[in-house]
């Protein structure tokens, strides 16, 4: 039998055609990848390097928050930043010493006291907003919670036992006691009657008080209404012979001090002034 030798395939040209142009079609690919794959890169770069030059370069060090304050500005924000009991609750605490009693002045101790100091206690013309200086014979009213201060007057600056609260306090025949409360935890730390008072003192914070048909708190109120911020002293004072008013002090946000003279009848704002120091 005769065996054909096999026979070899043949490739048409038709077929060589087809595997040319596949072969150079992957490598038009290859070349459109890579081609893509490097205009990636270039936009990232070129997208990082926009942002860089829109975003602001940060800062490392920044100026201090008191810096530009000043020292009686400093002060207050030491005073402040260390007291827990807002006026409201202070009035009602010193109030609630004295049977009867109603506020006539209300103090934050370290704020501007320089300048309550140069009030005196009251006189037949002076006013019943100073800060007297409680007596070793005065007998303390109350039930005090801390230790009452032996002798002399409240010192001008918060001492170990923190800020504290200076209230004066008058019973109904002008006779005023004075309550020292704690800034932190709210505790009465001394309440005692005002030795230095006269029969005329008594008579005219009386007086004052009658006249007086608005409460330290609103005046509060309508002060902080005007101005925001942190109330440090209310005290009923005469206006000149033209009736009562509260005087009430509000330290704001830049810790300045604005005084605001209240009418104690009508709740009208008589008198603004600002302590830019």
Do not use: Y
């Not at 004072?237 to 009562?244: E, L, M, P």
């Amino acid at each position: 039998m005769r065996l054909d030798p096999r026979r070899k395939k043949r490739h048409s040209p038709r077929s060589r055609n087809l595997k040319v142009t596949g072969a150079a079609a992957c490598v038009a690919a290859a070349a459109l990848l890579l081609t893509a794959c490097g205009q990636s890169s270039d936009s990232a770069t070129s997208a990082a390097t926009e942002a860089a030059k829109v975003l602001p370069q940060k800062t490392t060090a920044s100026p201090s928050a008191t810096a530009d304050l000043t020292e009686a500005q400093q002060e207050r924000k030491r005073v402040l930043d260390a007291t827990e009991v807002t006026f409201d609750d202070a009035a009602t605490t010193a109030v609630g010493e004295v049977a009867g009693g109603k506020l006539v002045d209300l103090d934050l101790e370290g704020v501007d006291d320089d300048d309550r100091d140069k009030s005196p206690s009251p006189t037949g013309t002076g006013s019943p907003t100073g800060s007297p200086s409680p007596t070793d014979a005065a007998s303390p009213t109350g039930s005090p919670t801390g230790s009452p201060t032996a002798t002399g007057s409240p010192t001008a600056s918060p001492g170990a036992e923190g800020p504290v609260w200076v209230a004066e306090v008058a019973e109904k025949d002008g006779t005023v006691h004075t309550v020292r409360i704690n800034a932190v935890d709210g505790k009465v730390i001394d309440a005692r009657v005002d030795e230095d008072q006269d029969d005329q003192d008594k008579q005219q914070t009386a007086r004052w008080l009658s006249e007086a048909t608005q409460t330290p708190e609103q005046a509060a109120k309508v002060a902080t209404e005007k101005k925001k911020g942190t109330v440090t002293s209310v005290s009923l004072d005469d206006n000149d012979g033209n009736g009562v008013i509260w005087s009430v002090d509000v330290v704001g946000s830049d810790w300045k001090k604005t005084t605001f003279d209240v009418d104690a009848k009508n709740d009208t704002i008589v008198r603004e002034e600002t302590d830019n120091d």
